[in-house]
């Protein structure tokens, strides 16, 4: 039995399917007991003006934080630049509804299309030690299960593999 469902590449299928299609998903889950089935998309966009759309009027449950990823990626592996977090935070207001809010989105560092956060941590800032990558991967993780959102863990993150040259490796 499934605990949720991703929704691969959301914003190239009709909106007019999905009305259909995730009410139906979740009257299933519902039949099987699921009456918390979380159901996000995947919108590969950073921009919040844009990912915001598929929960404010195509009816997406929630959808991944690209917007998040790469921020947060970008600070863990380099250090500074608080004022890009503060924006990605300003920016949640493009989320808030009567029904949703940014505490409802997928939030995640890394997935098959990119990889695993440790190598991408790695490919923003290469001079890092075994141990400074470490810990900055563990920055990351932290700033994923303490800040707002819902996490998702990319397979092997828990253990810390890196993947290299992506996460097959």
């Known amino acids: 039995i499934f605990d949720g ?21 979740k009257n299933a889950a519902a039949k ?12 590969f966009e950073a921009d919040p003006a ?12 929630s ?3 690209f917007s998040f990823q790469s921020v947060v990626s970008k ?22 509804s009567s029904t949703f809010n940014a505490n409802g ?3 995640f560092l890394g997935n098959h299309d990119m990889g695993r956060i440790g190598m991408l941590i790695n490919k923003i800032n ?3 030690s075994d141990k400074a990558l470490f810990e900055r991967d563990a920055l990351a993780h932290a700033m994923l299960f303490y800040l707002r959102g ?14 290299f040259p992506g996460d097959k490796g």
């Open 150 to 163: 819902a996490p998702i863990l990319y397979y092997g993150d828990e253990k810390g593999l890196i993947g």
């Open 126 to 128: 290469p001079v890092l």
């Open 32 to 43: 099987k007991g699921k009456t918390n089935f979380p159901i996000f998309g995947e919108i």
């Open 63 to 65: 959808v991944l934080d």
């Open 5 to 25: 469902m991703r929704l691969d590449t959301y914003r190239h299928v009709n909106d007019e399917f999905w009305a259909q299609f995730i009410p139906a998903i």
């Open 50 to 61: 844009v990912t915001s759309y598929y929960v404010k009027e195509v009816s997406a449950p």
């Open 75 to 96: 600070f863990s592996a380099l250090g500074f630049n608080a004022l890009a977090l503060a924006d990605l935070f300003n920016a949640d207001d493009y989320y808030t």
């Open 105 to 107: 989105l997928a939030t």
